[in-house]
Every structure is written in C-alpha cells, then in structure tokens.
C-alpha cells in the first residue's frame, strides 16, 4: 500500500499515489458500518424513500465525504462509533442536495443513471431529499456532541445558501472568479470541511487541530469542485457519470467559462453569451465552447487553480501525526487533482 | 382576560374562551424576540433568501406554533431564552415545509398571498426551504439541548415522511380514515407535538410532564387539522387565507371526503372517482361537492372527530400547575375547535 511507502511528507504531492485506493483499504470495515447505517436510516413505511434512497445509495457514487470523515476521527486514535454515525450523516446531507440539485438544474441524469426526478417526479424527489436531511440530523445528534451538530447544521444552512447564489447567478456572465469561488466554497467546500472537521471534534481534539482539518477539508473541496468543472467539458461520460457538457447545456457559469469569457475576443463573448445567457445551443456548440476553453487556455487554468487548492489541503495536513490514515488524506489530493490533466 | 376568569379546569372547554388573545397577550412580549429572532434568521448575503422568507413571514401566519413553544416553556416556569431560539427554530421548520408543499402541491396561492413559486420560482422555493431548516437547526444547536434536538429532528423526519405519505395516497379514495390519521399526525401533529414538548424540556421537567405535553400537542395538531379539512369545503376564504375548495382541486382525499365517499351512493362514488381520482373538474362539481359532504354528514362528523381530540388535548393538560399560561393552552384547543361549525 503506498500509503506506507513513503515516510517524508510535506512538498511531496507528486510523489504520492494518486488514488483512494489506500484510503478505501484503511476505512472499509467501518465504511460497511456506515452503508448498513445508510441503508438503516432510508427505511421507511413510506415505500417510495427507500426505492429512491437506493436508487441514489446503489448508483456507484464513491462515497468520498464519509470516507473523510472516519478517516479524520481515525487520524487521531478514534475508537468509539460516533464516527460512523456522523460519516452516514454527511452521506445523507450529500443524497439530500442531490435529489434537491437535480429538480433545481432540471437534470436528466446523475452518476449514469436515469436522475431520480425522471423516475419518482420533482414532488418526490424535493419530499425525500427532506426526509433524508431529516434522518441525517436524528443521527447526529445520537452522538451526543454539539460541536459536532454544531460544525454540520452550519454546514447545510451554507450549502442551501451556496445553492441559492448560483441560482441568481446563472446564465449570468458577469459572475466573476472572486464570486465564483464563493459559490463553490458554498455549494462544495462547506460539506468537505465539515465532514472532516468532525473527525477531530469526535476524537476530542484541541481548536487547532479541528481548524487544521476544517482547512483540510476546505482546500479539497475547493480542488474537487474545480476538477469537476474541468471534466465537464472534457472528461470522458464514462468517468463522469453523466454527459459530458451538462453545465454546458445547463447555462452555468463555472470557472472554465468566467476565464475564456474574460480571455476571449468579441466573436467569442458573443458565442458565450448566446450559448450560456441566452441557452440558445446549436449542434456543434459544445464542441466549439471545448475549443475556445482549450485555446484560451481556460481549462489549464482551472487545473492549475485546483492544483493551488490542493498544496493548501496537503500543507494543512501538517497538524495530524503520522500514520497511515493521514497518508491517505494526503493521497486523496492527489487523486482528486490528478482525474484531470 | 378570560385565562384569569376561569378557577375550575377539567371537562369545562366550552365554558372557556374561545380565543388564541390571552395566549397572545401572555406570550407577545416573549414573541416580539421570536420575530426579531426570525428576521435574524433569515438574513442572508443572497437576496433572494430575505425576500422569500420575509414574503412569508409578513403574510400574517398566527404564528401558532412557536407560541405554543413559549406558553409550554413559561408554563413551567422558565426564565431563560432558549425558548425563544426553540420557537424560532419552530417556525422556521413550519415555513420550510409550506414552501416545500407548494411546490409539490402547486399551489398558487399562500395566506390569500401569491405562493413564494409563482413570484420566485419552483427552484427558489426549494433551497430557500432547505436554508431555513437549516437555520433552524442551527438555532436549536445554540440551545444546547440534545433532547431538544433529538425532539424535533425526529419531527423533521416525520414530517418529510408524511408528506411523501399524502404524495403516494394522493388522488387515492381507497384510503381509509386510519391511513389519514397517520397521514395527518406524521404532516400536522409531529410539529405541534414537538413544539409542545420542547417547553418542559428547556425547562427541565421530567419525562412523565414532557409526556403529557407531547400529548397535548399531538391531539391539538390533529384536531387543527381535521378543522382545516373540514374549513376548505366550508369556511370562507377570508379565514383561510387560501381559496374555499383548494383540497378538491388538487384532488386531495382528506377525511371529508373519505366520510362521503364511504357513506354515498353509486352515483356520489361516481362523482368523487371522477373529480378526485381523475381530477377531471367541471363547473359547478365544487358546490356539488360541498352538497354531498353536507348531505353525508362527512363535515359534522369531522368536526366531531376533532372535538374528539380537543377534548383529550385539554385532558393532557391536567399534569401542568394551574396559571394563566396553562389557561390559555386550554383556550387555544377551543379556539382551534370553534373555527368551524
């Protein structure tokens, strides 16, 4: 397992595997406490929860944010079950702006499959997702720790809010990069931070430390977004899990777009104000936008800015000791940045 | 005022006011941080959140619900401010779920206002309602009462649950008076049972008083509510803030119509089949409708049934001391009861 290969840390990102492999090793008997956790909450009399819970929950997702935060309470010698319940807590926050995000985008797919709202409706798509949120707050506070319910509820109050900004900002081009990352510290970053950040406050660890994995956290999320954005214009369906172009079709302003938009001559600000203001996409768009983001060099931009983001996410690492679980924290940088190149 | 007047308790409701005013006039001043507290809440860097959620709270709402939080924490004596934040938290629970319910319900109108999707949009409605139960949560955390929060996060969940429960039975005559009653308690009761019950908890009684006013508020929410069914055939539009015949139009099967449809004749099956379960409405089938429920019997019988419960909400009431608080919690059942004759 790489994670035990390598002894020196700081600086050496590049070096490090990129991949979760290591970290789904180190977690997986608790992460089969939290699926049967999951699996346990989306139970309900109401039959449509679970059909569609199940539908989110089996669609391949990789489970990232759980995965942070038992690898976050492990990092510092956790050894009660708080972890597990607050891993499937953020799961469920996830699965809830999921099924909300799609009635919202009025999306057609998720992870390869057949969006929820295109099987059950938007009513019960909005319904669930509440009932989730809801179920994900019953099993915080069985933890017992406010710090925790505190960092979490915080949590999905910004998220919404994350989500209500990019509402009034889409199909808006003037939406410039300052703004943009507030979206996304929002939207993204804020349930990265606060699924590693309960890590430490469950293993009873000092504000410095909790801070450190909040910053950890943060600056992964931010990487995560961004290398989102990226592959939506070109990575392959197969490793998206949904069509490429989606934000494309969609009319949102992301990172990529704000720089060719900035970068471009006149004839392509016409281009992106038709395509993404007006929504008025013709056959051959979308392959003209992966042009303009590659000649502007807009997409290595965004690449590059991820890359920033993810030294920060490495630096802040400097808090947890040495062990196995803080080397997979420090592979899954590397892993997020490298899905794109 | 009439809580004063009245020294003899139980078996006496309909000597007592039938009035929510000594219940306002105990609780304004406690109320006046609750609003400034709401409005608090519901700031936000986005616009659109304050505008919706001001649209909302300014729509002259009874604000029932977070006085009910006041009068059972008062009740017992309490004298700090985490019933303030409980009742906020309350409020902001109750104005998540209309906004969620008029999207999956598509409603057009809210309190005799335009409903918050028709001026901002289905998607709007959506995060809005997940910022203000998030708010709500955090609000709650600030309490610090893990039994406060295990109370009304269980609530958030039944509620969503509930919901999804009337979406799957909707347009369905086949459900019977027990499967509404589960509807109604999990959609109405949950929040006015957990509203009730945080007010002994805040002000550390003990399990058996927590109890009784969990009861109380229970049979309050269904009786509420089977008095709401039995105005929207019945009551004018000036006291429901909502258009007279709002549950036939969107083909909801509420207990007035499971009564008539059960005690019709082939031909008043015919009709209900048509216009509920097809929703195929012509005019003049609103008046029909009324018609039948009066002919039928099926709205005095529902408001028999809440009388029913009325009664044993004021039965609960006998594990509180007597005060004017207890007094106007009474009044209150009353008060719920008479909307409707």
């Not at 915080?140 to 999905?156: I, N, P, Q, T, W």
């Not at 699924?195 to 931010?222: H, K, M, N, S």
């Not at 899990?241 to 720089?259: H, Y």
């Not at 281009?271 to 056959?283: K, L, M, Q």
Request: proline letters at 2%; glycine letters at 10%; hydrophobic letters at 50%.
């Amino acid at each position: 397992m790489g994670a035990v290969v390598s002894k020196e840390r700081r600086g050496e990102t590049a070096a490090r595997e990129a991949s979760i492999a290591p970290l789904v090793a180190l977690v997986g008997a608790d992460m089969e406490k939290v699926n049967a956790l999951i699996l346990d909450m989306a139970g309900s009399n109401a039959d449509m929860i679970p059909e569609i819970a199940r539908h989110l929950i089996d669609s391949g997702g990789k489970r990232l944010r759980p995965m942070l935060t038992i690898a976050a309470a492990r990092a510092f010698g956790y050894e009660g079950d708080g972890h597990v319940k607050l891993a499937a807590a953020v799961e469920f926050m996830h699965t809830a702006t999921l099924l909300h995000d799609d009635v919202v985008d009025e999306s057609e797919m998720r992870r390869g499959k057949l969006a929820a709202r295109m099987l059950w409706g938007n009513q019960a798509s909005v319904l669930v997702g509440d009932y989730l949120l809801g179920q994900a707050f019953r099993t915080m506070v069985e933890v017992g720790s406010l710090d925790a319910l505190r960092v979490l509820s915080e949590a999905a109050s910004v998220i919404a809010e994350g989500e209500v900004m990019q509402l009034a900002a889409a199909k808006n081009l003037a939406t410039d990069e300052t703004a943009y990352l507030g979206v996304i510290n929002a939207k993204t970053a804020a349930l990265f931070k606060a699924a590693c950040e309960v890590g430490p406050i469950v293993a009873g660890r000092d504000a410095d430390t909790i801070a450190a994995l909040a910053r950890y956290g943060t600056e992964l999320g931010y990487a995560f977004q961004l290398v989102d954005d990226a592959l939506d214009y070109g990575g392959s369906s197969m490793t998206l899990g949904k069509k490429v172009g989606d934000d494309f079709r969609e009319g949102k302003v992301t990172l990529p777009v704000i720089l060719a938009n900035r970068a471009g001559n006149e004839a392509d600000r016409a281009f992106w104000s038709r395509t993404i203001e007006r929504g008025e996409i013709a056959d051959g768009d979308l392959e003209h936008a992966i042009e303009l983001l590659r000649r502007t060099g807009a997409i290595a931009a965004t690449v590059e800015r991820a890359r920033g983001f993810g030294v920060r996410a490495v630096e802040a690492l400097a808090a947890v000791p040495a062990s196995a679980h803080r080397d997979a924290l420090e592979d899954v940088v590397a892993y997020c940045v490298s899905r794109v190149s």
